[in-house]
């Protein structure tokens, strides 16, 4: 009987050993948590149901790895990203679990949300005011409804007379700086 327990013991390992040991390098090499969605609740006749009212936040979380410790952050990092301006549960639900899915095609391919170089090597230097500002509004020309776009065209003009008229077009954009702040 001792022969047959062992046996079966030794056929399991053969047979799904390897698997196990697989399983358990890819659970280790993970350096995030699944991503999720926070769907607030409150309290209506005694039952938790998902809410959209002002002041309950909906979001994508998870935890990312420490590459310092090797360790999962104690807070989640949180991604809101516009999911708080849907007006029903339905709507924030399905924008939230396109997030969701978002963000976990962006920790499989490799991304790094604590790496500031990422998005260092994103940001595009300028040299003058100008160029700086007409790239913002040609980037955020998408988003906007024609006569709006045209109407912020107006307005930069004016601001970038007024620079030229203060001798501040030839600066660069780092230059800049909010009147009260040194």
Sequence with gaps: MKKISINIQSEYEFEYGNEVIK???IIAERRYSEPKLYI???NTRGMRVPTA???YRWYVYFRYKDPDTGLFSKQPLKFYRNINRFK???ERIVYGNAMVAA???LLVGGWNPLDDTANEQIEKTYNTIKEAFVSALENKKNT???GTYNSYW???NMFL???KENELDKKSISELKWKGRT
Excluded: Q
């Design 23 to 25: 399983h358990k390098m």
């Design 40 to 42: 607030p609740k409150e």
């Design 53 to 55: 009212k002002k002041g």
């Design 88 to 90: 029903t549960v339905n």
């Design 103 to 105: 963000y976990k095609e």
């Design 144 to 146: 906007l409804k024609e």
């Design 154 to 156: 107006n307005y930069l």
């Design 161 to 163: 007379d007024w620079c």
